[in-house]
């Protein structure tokens, strides 16, 4: 018999929300102080470290300051996975757009970060033109106590994008079986650490069904107060 719980995640038709605050440097000290202060993971560990950059998609982009970002960024990194961004259909033909990716282990998030400044500000371009991406995997823990909260079967996730402009596809798993006073006297002690708005109509909760299979989801909504 699996448990509820309740999800906060975007919806199919929005893959990504702006953060709070508008500058690399204040992003990355509120992103900071949310893994600190209510997750097992901190700024300097991230799981994954990507960054990519793309030629031209179209006339409105401008080829070769593209190629001078793609050949800067190689002669800084050294070679790159190079990928086609989509396939024409139904021919499945490589599009002519192509994405060149680095990939990095966590201790350089911050050179990476440092070059993307050093870089800034970015031409306009349909891809990128030059992208970081970096996620964090972590459990939710008690802001007030630190102590990690319990039942928790799934692993909360954070995805961030870096790059003309920046955003990031928050996946949180609150291990709690009902929207109770419990759940949201939680949830209003993470939202003043959370480095982008909690958009309240994102959260559901898993319905268990008489198999014990969790099939389907369904809103929750803050209790009226009265």
Known sequence: MKRPYIIY???KDRTTQKFNKSKFQDIIKDIDK?????TTTNI???KRVELTAYTAYDDTDSQQVLLDIIKKTTDKFGQSNKASVAYHYPI???HETNQYTWNFSHERLDEIIQYLLDNSPLPKSSFGPLELYFTYDFKLTDPTCKTILQNQDFTSCLLIWF????????????????????????????IPFLPFKLEEKYLRIAHVNKQGEIKSFKKIKRPTVA
């Open 9 to 11: 995640s975007l919806s």
């Open 34 to 38: 949310f893994l600190q202060s209510c």
């Open 44 to 46: 300097k560990q991230p």
């Open 92 to 94: 499945a033909e490589p």
């Open 163 to 190: 790059s003309r402009g920046k955003a990031c596809s928050p996946s949180l798993f609150f291990p709690f079986e009902q929207a109770d006073k419990t759940f949201w006297n939680y949830v209003d002690s993470i």
